[in-house]
Protein backbone atom coordinates (compact mmCIF):
# COMPACT_ATOMS: atom_id res chain seq x y z
CA UNK A 1 0.00 0.00 0.00
CA UNK A 2 1.52 3.04 -1.01
CA UNK A 3 0.78 6.70 0.42
CA UNK A 4 2.26 9.04 -1.60
CA UNK A 5 -0.28 12.46 -0.70
CA UNK A 6 0.21 11.52 2.85
CA UNK A 7 3.78 11.67 2.34
CA UNK A 8 3.45 15.16 0.71
CA UNK A 9 1.30 16.52 3.59
CA UNK A 10 3.23 14.89 5.71
CA UNK A 11 6.90 17.36 3.91
CA UNK A 12 4.60 20.13 4.18
CA UNK A 13 3.15 19.86 7.77
CA UNK A 14 6.63 19.72 9.28
CA UNK A 15 7.41 23.29 7.87
CA UNK A 16 5.01 24.45 10.06
CA UNK A 17 4.19 22.37 12.72
CA UNK A 18 6.41 20.99 15.02
CA UNK A 19 7.48 17.26 14.66
CA UNK A 20 4.79 17.90 11.72
CA UNK A 21 1.66 16.85 14.03
CA UNK A 22 0.02 18.55 17.09
CA UNK A 23 0.71 15.34 18.67
CA UNK A 24 3.66 13.12 19.12
CA UNK A 25 2.13 10.23 18.98
CA UNK A 26 0.88 10.54 15.84
CA UNK A 27 3.94 10.64 14.67
CA UNK A 28 4.70 6.92 13.43
CA UNK A 29 8.23 8.03 15.50
CA UNK A 30 7.97 4.37 16.69
CA UNK A 31 7.17 2.56 14.27
CA UNK A 32 9.35 4.30 11.56
CA UNK A 33 7.57 5.45 7.95
CA UNK A 34 5.04 8.24 7.03
CA UNK A 35 2.10 9.18 9.46
CA UNK A 36 -1.32 8.58 7.34
CA UNK A 37 -3.31 12.18 6.90
CA UNK A 38 -7.13 11.05 7.36
CA UNK A 39 -10.14 12.69 5.05
CA UNK A 40 -12.48 10.75 7.06
CA UNK A 41 -14.15 7.81 8.77
CA UNK A 42 -17.70 5.80 9.03
CA UNK A 43 -18.05 3.36 11.84
CA UNK A 44 -15.04 0.58 12.07
CA UNK A 45 -13.21 2.20 8.98
CA UNK A 46 -11.23 5.63 8.43
CA UNK A 47 -10.15 6.73 5.08
CA UNK A 48 -7.14 8.41 4.18
CA UNK A 49 -5.41 11.00 1.57
CA UNK A 50 -4.59 8.30 -0.83
CA UNK A 51 -8.11 6.91 -0.70
CA UNK A 52 -7.13 4.11 1.58
CA UNK A 53 -9.21 1.86 3.58
CA UNK A 54 -8.33 1.20 7.27
CA UNK A 55 -9.75 -1.08 9.86
CA UNK A 56 -9.46 1.55 13.06
CA UNK A 57 -8.52 0.24 16.54
CA UNK A 58 -7.36 3.46 17.43
CA UNK A 59 -10.62 5.16 17.25
CA UNK A 60 -9.76 8.61 17.78
CA UNK A 61 -7.06 6.90 20.92
CA UNK A 62 -10.33 6.01 22.52
CA UNK A 63 -13.30 8.15 21.91
CA UNK A 64 -15.14 6.62 19.30
CA UNK A 65 -16.43 3.37 21.15
CA UNK A 66 -19.37 3.67 18.74
CA UNK A 67 -17.56 4.07 16.07
CA UNK A 68 -16.69 7.10 13.91
CA UNK A 69 -19.59 9.63 12.30
CA UNK A 70 -22.11 7.77 15.20
CA UNK A 71 -25.79 9.73 13.80
CA UNK A 72 -26.65 10.72 17.42
CA UNK A 73 -23.47 12.55 18.29
CA UNK A 74 -23.05 14.41 14.72
CA UNK A 75 -26.68 15.10 14.96
CA UNK A 76 -26.06 16.62 17.97
CA UNK A 77 -23.21 18.73 17.04
CA UNK A 78 -25.22 20.25 13.94
CA UNK A 79 -27.69 21.28 16.00
CA UNK A 80 -25.73 22.91 18.49
CA UNK A 81 -23.28 24.49 16.46
CA UNK A 82 -26.25 26.33 14.52
CA UNK A 83 -27.43 27.84 17.78
CA UNK A 84 -23.71 29.25 18.31
CA UNK A 85 -20.64 27.69 19.17
CA UNK A 86 -19.72 29.37 22.66
CA UNK A 87 -21.68 31.42 25.23
CA UNK A 88 -19.05 31.84 27.77
CA UNK A 89 -22.11 31.56 30.03
CA UNK A 90 -23.52 28.71 31.70
CA UNK A 91 -25.72 26.78 29.71
CA UNK A 92 -28.85 24.25 30.74
CA UNK A 93 -26.47 21.10 28.80
CA UNK A 94 -24.01 21.16 31.53
CA UNK A 95 -26.45 20.44 34.11
CA UNK A 96 -27.58 17.68 31.45
CA UNK A 97 -24.04 16.50 31.58
CA UNK A 98 -23.10 16.89 35.13
CA UNK A 99 -26.46 14.50 35.85
CA UNK A 100 -25.58 12.11 33.13
CA UNK A 101 -22.78 11.31 34.52
CA UNK A 102 -22.85 11.69 38.26
CA UNK A 103 -25.81 8.72 37.68
CA UNK A 104 -23.55 6.76 36.05
CA UNK A 105 -20.54 6.30 38.10
CA UNK A 106 -20.95 5.55 41.93
CA UNK A 107 -19.60 7.97 43.86
CA UNK A 108 -19.77 10.76 42.20
CA UNK A 109 -21.45 13.73 43.22
CA UNK A 110 -19.95 16.75 41.77
CA UNK A 111 -17.56 17.37 38.32
CA UNK A 112 -16.27 19.83 36.57
CA UNK A 113 -16.13 20.36 32.84
CA UNK A 114 -12.44 20.74 30.98
CA UNK A 115 -10.91 20.95 27.59
CA UNK A 116 -8.63 17.92 27.89
CA UNK A 117 -7.73 14.84 29.50
CA UNK A 118 -4.30 16.85 30.83
CA UNK A 119 -6.45 19.33 32.21
CA UNK A 120 -9.05 17.31 34.38
CA UNK A 121 -5.53 15.25 35.49
CA UNK A 122 -4.06 18.34 36.42
CA UNK A 123 -7.28 19.61 38.13
CA UNK A 124 -7.96 16.81 40.23
CA UNK A 125 -4.06 16.52 41.56
CA UNK A 126 -4.36 20.43 42.32
CA UNK A 127 -7.98 19.72 44.66
CA UNK A 128 -6.59 17.16 46.18
CA UNK A 129 -3.14 19.20 47.09
CA UNK A 130 -5.51 22.10 47.98
CA UNK A 131 -7.75 19.54 49.85
CA UNK A 132 -4.95 17.96 52.11
CA UNK A 133 -2.91 20.78 52.21
CA UNK A 134 0.31 18.56 50.70
CA UNK A 135 2.41 18.77 48.14
CA UNK A 136 3.40 15.41 47.18
CA UNK A 137 2.16 12.92 44.68
CA UNK A 138 2.64 9.04 43.88
CA UNK A 139 2.09 7.96 40.01
CA UNK A 140 3.20 4.71 38.93
CA UNK A 141 5.96 4.08 35.99
CA UNK A 142 4.65 4.18 32.39
CA UNK A 143 1.20 5.63 33.56
CA UNK A 144 0.27 8.29 31.55
CA UNK A 145 -2.05 11.63 32.96
CA UNK A 146 -1.12 13.86 30.25
CA UNK A 147 1.00 16.37 29.73
CA UNK A 148 0.77 18.52 32.86
CA UNK A 149 4.30 19.29 34.63
CA UNK A 150 3.49 16.89 37.37
CA UNK A 151 3.21 13.76 34.87
CA UNK A 152 5.91 14.04 33.34
CA UNK A 153 8.09 12.04 35.29
CA UNK A 154 8.53 8.14 34.24
CA UNK A 155 5.36 8.59 31.80
CA UNK A 156 3.88 6.61 29.58
CA UNK A 157 2.26 7.03 26.03
CA UNK A 158 4.16 9.49 23.49
CA UNK A 159 6.58 10.24 26.39
CA UNK A 160 7.41 6.72 26.73
CA UNK A 161 7.66 5.84 22.85
CA UNK A 162 10.03 8.68 21.77
CA UNK A 163 12.16 7.44 24.57
CA UNK A 164 11.76 11.06 27.34
CA UNK A 165 9.28 9.67 30.09
CA UNK A 166 10.66 12.14 32.40
CA UNK A 167 10.38 15.47 30.06
CA UNK A 168 13.20 18.19 29.91
CA UNK A 169 11.75 21.25 30.70
CA UNK A 170 10.35 20.45 33.92
CA UNK A 171 11.44 21.74 37.04
CA UNK A 172 13.74 20.02 39.65
CA UNK A 173 11.15 21.93 42.12
CA UNK A 174 7.85 20.33 40.52
CA UNK A 175 9.41 17.14 39.78
CA UNK A 176 10.63 16.53 43.62
CA UNK A 177 7.18 16.21 44.40
CA UNK A 178 6.42 13.84 42.02
CA UNK A 179 7.34 10.53 43.41
CA UNK A 180 6.94 7.39 40.97
CA UNK A 181 5.97 3.46 42.17
CA UNK A 182 5.14 0.67 40.06
CA UNK A 183 2.40 -0.54 39.18
CA UNK A 184 0.47 -3.49 40.91
CA UNK A 185 3.22 -3.41 43.63
CA UNK A 186 1.95 -1.87 46.57
CA UNK A 187 5.33 -2.65 48.48
CA UNK A 188 6.29 0.05 46.63
CA UNK A 189 4.02 2.50 47.37
CA UNK A 190 3.89 1.19 50.72
CA UNK A 191 7.56 2.37 51.26
CA UNK A 192 6.88 5.70 49.56
CA UNK A 193 4.06 6.99 51.99
CA UNK A 194 6.07 6.24 55.12
CA UNK A 195 9.06 7.26 53.48
CA UNK A 196 6.94 10.59 52.82
CA UNK A 197 4.77 10.40 56.15
CA UNK A 198 2.04 13.57 56.12
CA UNK A 199 3.66 15.00 52.64
CA UNK A 200 1.24 13.05 49.91
CA UNK A 201 -1.73 14.37 48.67
CA UNK A 202 -2.56 11.88 46.57
CA UNK A 203 -1.89 8.67 44.70
CA UNK A 204 -2.79 8.72 41.17
CA UNK A 205 -3.12 6.15 38.85
CA UNK A 206 -4.43 4.83 35.46
CA UNK A 207 -7.20 1.79 37.24
CA UNK A 208 -6.33 0.05 33.94
CA UNK A 209 -3.24 0.97 32.39
CA UNK A 210 -3.30 1.77 29.19
CA UNK A 211 -0.55 4.10 28.34
CA UNK A 212 2.05 1.02 28.56
CA UNK A 213 0.15 -1.23 26.68
CA UNK A 214 -3.12 -2.56 28.25
CA UNK A 215 -2.09 -3.85 32.14
CA UNK A 216 -5.05 -4.33 34.43
CA UNK A 217 -5.09 -3.92 38.23
CA UNK A 218 -3.94 -7.38 39.89
CA UNK A 219 -6.44 -8.83 42.21
CA UNK A 220 -6.14 -6.50 45.75
CA UNK A 221 -3.86 -3.82 44.35
CA UNK A 222 -7.46 -1.06 44.05
CA UNK A 223 -8.48 -2.35 47.54
CA UNK A 224 -5.19 -2.22 48.91
CA UNK A 225 -4.26 1.37 47.24
CA UNK A 226 -7.58 2.35 48.95
CA UNK A 227 -6.32 0.79 52.31
CA UNK A 228 -3.18 2.84 52.07
CA UNK A 229 -4.43 6.19 51.46
CA UNK A 230 -6.68 5.85 54.28
CA UNK A 231 -4.11 5.24 56.44
CA UNK A 232 -1.85 7.89 55.52
CA UNK A 233 -4.51 10.88 54.70
CA UNK A 234 -3.88 10.60 50.88
CA UNK A 235 -6.63 10.98 48.58
CA UNK A 236 -6.86 8.46 45.80
CA UNK A 237 -6.92 9.88 42.25
CA UNK A 238 -8.59 7.29 39.62
CA UNK A 239 -7.58 8.60 36.39
CA UNK A 240 -10.68 7.28 33.94
CA UNK A 241 -9.98 9.27 30.83
CA UNK A 242 -9.31 6.34 28.66
CA UNK A 243 -10.78 3.27 30.68
CA UNK A 244 -13.99 5.59 31.82
CA UNK A 245 -17.05 4.60 30.51
CA UNK A 246 -15.17 2.17 28.40
CA UNK A 247 -14.92 -0.92 30.49
CA UNK A 248 -18.10 -0.28 32.41
CA UNK A 249 -20.81 1.97 32.11
CA UNK A 250 -19.97 3.26 35.49
CA UNK A 251 -15.88 2.71 34.32
CA UNK A 252 -13.59 0.92 36.59
CA UNK A 253 -15.48 2.34 40.15
CA UNK A 254 -18.30 -0.16 38.68
CA UNK A 255 -16.18 -2.64 37.85
CA UNK A 256 -13.64 -2.74 40.42
CA UNK A 257 -15.90 -1.76 43.75
CA UNK A 258 -13.03 0.58 44.70
CA UNK A 259 -14.05 4.16 45.35
CA UNK A 260 -11.24 6.83 44.77
CA UNK A 261 -11.75 10.20 46.12
CA UNK A 262 -11.49 11.79 43.10
CA UNK A 263 -11.96 11.30 39.25
CA UNK A 264 -10.67 12.11 36.05
CA UNK A 265 -12.60 11.95 32.35
CA UNK A 266 -11.52 12.66 28.86
CA UNK A 267 -11.97 10.90 25.17
CA UNK A 268 -15.93 8.56 25.70
CA UNK A 269 -16.93 12.27 27.47
CA UNK A 270 -16.23 14.39 24.55
CA UNK A 271 -17.41 11.72 21.94
CA UNK A 272 -14.60 13.34 19.80
CA UNK A 273 -14.60 16.39 20.74
CA UNK A 274 -12.37 18.70 22.88
CA UNK A 275 -13.56 17.58 26.51
CA UNK A 276 -12.13 16.16 30.11
CA UNK A 277 -13.58 16.28 33.26
CA UNK A 278 -13.31 15.88 36.48
CA UNK A 279 -15.22 15.43 39.37
CA UNK A 280 -15.46 13.13 43.18
CA UNK A 281 -17.72 13.41 46.13
CA UNK A 282 -19.25 16.55 47.59
CA UNK A 283 -16.72 17.16 50.23
CA UNK A 284 -13.49 17.07 48.52
CA UNK A 285 -15.19 18.99 45.36
CA UNK A 286 -16.42 21.68 48.12
CA UNK A 287 -12.79 23.40 47.60
CA UNK A 288 -13.27 24.10 43.99
CA UNK A 289 -13.45 27.99 43.14
CA UNK A 290 -15.99 29.80 42.87
CA UNK A 291 -17.62 27.27 46.22
CA UNK A 292 -14.03 27.07 47.48
CA UNK A 293 -10.06 28.46 46.96
CA UNK A 294 -9.06 25.79 44.60
CA UNK A 295 -8.93 27.68 41.38
CA UNK A 296 -9.77 26.07 38.22
CA UNK A 297 -11.12 27.37 34.97
CA UNK A 298 -11.73 27.74 31.09
CA UNK A 299 -12.81 29.47 28.19
CA UNK A 300 -14.35 27.26 26.89
CA UNK A 301 -14.84 24.32 29.57
CA UNK A 302 -18.68 22.69 29.48
CA UNK A 303 -18.83 24.17 25.15
CA UNK A 304 -21.98 23.35 24.12
CA UNK A 305 -20.88 22.06 20.90
CA UNK A 306 -18.87 19.54 22.88
CA UNK A 307 -21.42 18.80 25.39
CA UNK A 308 -23.91 18.23 23.13
CA UNK A 309 -21.87 15.57 21.11
CA UNK A 310 -20.26 13.97 25.08
CA UNK A 311 -24.03 13.74 25.46
CA UNK A 312 -25.07 12.20 22.91
CA UNK A 313 -23.02 9.90 22.83
CA UNK A 314 -23.75 8.55 27.30
CA UNK A 315 -26.90 8.72 26.41
CA UNK A 316 -26.80 5.90 24.00
CA UNK A 317 -24.09 3.90 26.31
CA UNK A 318 -26.40 4.58 29.65
CA UNK A 319 -29.55 3.65 27.56
CA UNK A 320 -28.22 0.89 25.69
CA UNK A 321 -25.73 -1.29 28.81
CA UNK A 322 -26.36 -4.46 25.96
CA UNK A 323 -23.29 -2.32 24.22
CA UNK A 324 -20.97 -3.64 26.84
CA UNK A 325 -21.99 -7.37 26.26
CA UNK A 326 -21.76 -6.81 22.47
CA UNK A 327 -18.01 -5.81 22.82
CA UNK A 328 -17.37 -7.94 25.51
CA UNK A 329 -17.53 -10.67 23.34
CA UNK A 330 -15.81 -9.07 19.73
CA UNK A 331 -12.82 -8.12 21.99
CA UNK A 332 -12.72 -11.46 23.42
CA UNK A 333 -13.35 -12.90 19.90
CA UNK A 334 -10.14 -10.82 18.75
CA UNK A 335 -7.94 -11.42 21.61
CA UNK A 336 -8.43 -15.28 20.96
CA UNK A 337 -7.97 -15.26 17.46
CA UNK A 338 -5.12 -13.17 17.44
CA UNK A 339 -3.48 -15.14 19.97
CA UNK A 340 -4.03 -18.18 18.28
CA UNK A 341 -2.46 -17.03 14.73
CA UNK A 342 -0.02 -15.55 17.15
CA UNK A 343 1.08 -19.22 18.07
CA UNK A 344 0.19 -20.91 15.27
CA UNK A 345 3.05 -19.14 13.63
CA UNK A 346 5.26 -19.50 16.66
CA UNK A 347 5.46 -16.08 17.94
CA UNK A 348 5.80 -15.32 21.64
CA UNK A 349 2.72 -12.72 22.57
CA UNK A 350 1.81 -12.35 25.62
CA UNK A 351 -1.92 -10.50 26.02
CA UNK A 352 -3.83 -8.09 28.46
CA UNK A 353 -7.37 -7.35 27.85
CA UNK A 354 -10.04 -6.05 29.65
CA UNK A 355 -13.37 -5.33 27.84
CA UNK A 356 -12.79 -3.13 24.77
CA UNK A 357 -9.49 -2.11 25.18
CA UNK A 358 -6.62 -4.59 24.51
CA UNK A 359 -2.99 -4.93 23.95
CA UNK A 360 -0.30 -7.74 22.66
CA UNK A 361 3.32 -7.22 23.78
CA UNK A 362 5.83 -9.92 21.62
CA UNK A 363 7.73 -11.11 24.75
CA UNK A 364 6.89 -13.49 27.23
CA UNK A 365 3.88 -13.35 29.98
CA UNK A 366 3.21 -11.96 32.08
CA UNK A 367 3.10 -8.38 31.73
CA UNK A 368 1.67 -6.71 34.77
CA UNK A 369 4.09 -3.66 35.05
CA UNK A 370 6.40 -1.75 33.53
CA UNK A 371 9.06 -3.25 34.09
CA UNK A 372 7.51 -6.38 32.29
CA UNK A 373 6.46 -4.35 29.32
CA UNK A 374 10.03 -3.46 28.84
CA UNK A 375 10.41 -7.13 27.46
CA UNK A 376 8.55 -6.38 24.42
CA UNK A 377 10.68 -6.53 21.34
CA UNK A 378 9.58 -3.31 19.55
CA UNK A 379 11.18 -4.00 16.32
CA UNK A 380 9.07 -6.80 15.79
CA UNK A 381 5.65 -5.22 16.75
CA UNK A 382 7.41 -1.89 14.18
CA UNK A 383 7.66 -4.61 11.20
CA UNK A 384 4.02 -5.96 12.11
CA UNK A 385 2.20 -2.86 12.68
CA UNK A 386 3.67 -1.77 9.32
CA UNK A 387 2.43 -5.47 7.68
CA UNK A 388 -1.20 -4.90 9.13
CA UNK A 389 -0.86 -1.24 8.08
CA UNK A 390 -0.40 -2.85 4.47
CA UNK A 391 -3.33 -5.14 4.87
CA UNK A 392 -5.69 -2.08 5.53
CA UNK A 393 -5.70 -2.83 9.69
CA UNK A 394 -4.62 0.51 11.35
CA UNK A 395 -3.17 -0.39 14.53
CA UNK A 396 -1.77 2.37 17.55
CA UNK A 397 1.86 3.02 16.03
CA UNK A 398 3.19 2.38 19.30
CA UNK A 399 4.47 -1.22 21.07
CA UNK A 400 3.14 1.16 24.56
CA UNK A 401 -0.59 2.17 23.40
CA UNK A 402 -3.66 -0.09 24.19
CA UNK A 403 -5.81 -1.10 20.85
CA UNK A 404 -9.14 0.15 20.98
CA UNK A 405 -12.67 -1.96 19.57
CA UNK A 406 -15.43 -0.28 18.97
CA UNK A 407 -19.24 -1.44 18.29
CA UNK A 408 -19.08 -0.70 15.06
CA UNK A 409 -16.39 -3.60 14.64
CA UNK A 410 -18.63 -6.68 13.97
CA UNK A 411 -18.00 -9.97 13.32
CA UNK A 412 -16.57 -9.82 10.01
CA UNK A 413 -14.40 -7.36 11.40
CA UNK A 414 -12.88 -8.90 13.66
CA UNK A 415 -12.29 -11.89 11.38
CA UNK A 416 -11.23 -10.05 9.26
CA UNK A 417 -8.92 -8.57 11.37
CA UNK A 418 -7.81 -11.95 12.23
CA UNK A 419 -6.92 -13.41 8.66
CA UNK A 420 -5.07 -10.08 7.98
CA UNK A 421 -2.61 -10.91 10.99
CA UNK A 422 -2.27 -14.59 9.38
CA UNK A 423 -1.21 -13.52 6.30
CA UNK A 424 1.15 -10.79 7.93
CA UNK A 425 2.87 -13.30 10.25
CA UNK A 426 3.60 -15.32 6.78
CA UNK A 427 4.62 -12.74 4.75
CA UNK A 428 7.33 -11.86 7.27
CA UNK A 429 8.48 -15.55 7.73
CA UNK A 430 8.71 -15.64 4.26
CA UNK A 431 10.60 -12.56 4.14
CA UNK A 432 12.91 -13.83 7.02
CA UNK A 433 13.56 -16.98 5.04
CA UNK A 434 14.25 -15.09 1.81
CA UNK A 435 17.47 -13.29 3.75
P1 LIG B 1 -5.45 14.45 26.74
O1 LIG B 1 -4.87 15.69 27.38
O2 LIG B 1 -4.57 13.91 25.64
O3 LIG B 1 -6.92 14.64 26.31
O4 LIG B 1 -5.52 13.31 27.88
C1 LIG B 1 -4.35 12.95 28.55
C2 LIG B 1 -4.52 11.56 29.12
C3 LIG B 1 -4.74 11.43 30.48
N1 LIG B 1 -4.93 10.22 31.05
C4 LIG B 1 -4.92 9.09 30.29
C5 LIG B 1 -5.12 7.76 30.95
C6 LIG B 1 -4.69 9.17 28.89
O5 LIG B 1 -4.68 8.02 28.15
C7 LIG B 1 -4.49 10.41 28.29
C8 LIG B 1 -4.21 10.57 26.80
N2 LIG B 1 -3.97 9.35 26.10
C9 LIG B 1 -3.06 9.43 24.96
C10 LIG B 1 -3.07 8.08 24.22
N3 LIG B 1 -2.57 7.03 25.01
C11 LIG B 1 -3.42 10.55 24.06
C12 LIG B 1 -2.83 10.47 22.66
C13 LIG B 1 -2.04 11.71 22.36
O6 LIG B 1 -1.30 12.21 23.25
O7 LIG B 1 -2.14 12.18 21.21
Known amino acids: MKYPRSQNL ?3 AKKHIPGGVNSPARAFK ?32 GPMILGHSYPAVVDAVQIAAAASTSFGTPTELEIQMAERVC ?54 SGALTLGH ?81 RIARGGAVERYGVQPDLMAYGKVIGAGMPVGAFGGNADVMSVVAPDGPVYQAGTLSGNPVAMSAGLALLTELDEHP ?82 FVSHAHDDKIIQATIDAADRVLSNMKRSRSAR
Open 10 to 12: FDR
Open 30 to 61: AVGGTPLFMVRAEGAYMYDEDGNELIDYIGSW
Open 103 to 156: GMVPGLDKLRMTNSGTEACMSAVRVARGYTGRDKIIKFEGCYHGHGDSFLIKAG
Open 165 to 245: PSSPGVTAGTAKDTLTADFNDLESVRQLLDQNNDEVAAVILEPVAGNMGCIPPRDGFLEGLRKLCDQHGALLIFDEVMCGF
Open 322 to 403: EIYGDLEKRSAALETGLAEVFDRHGITAARNRVASMLGFFFCEGPVHSFSDVSRTDTEFFSRFFHGMLDEGVYLPPSAYEAW
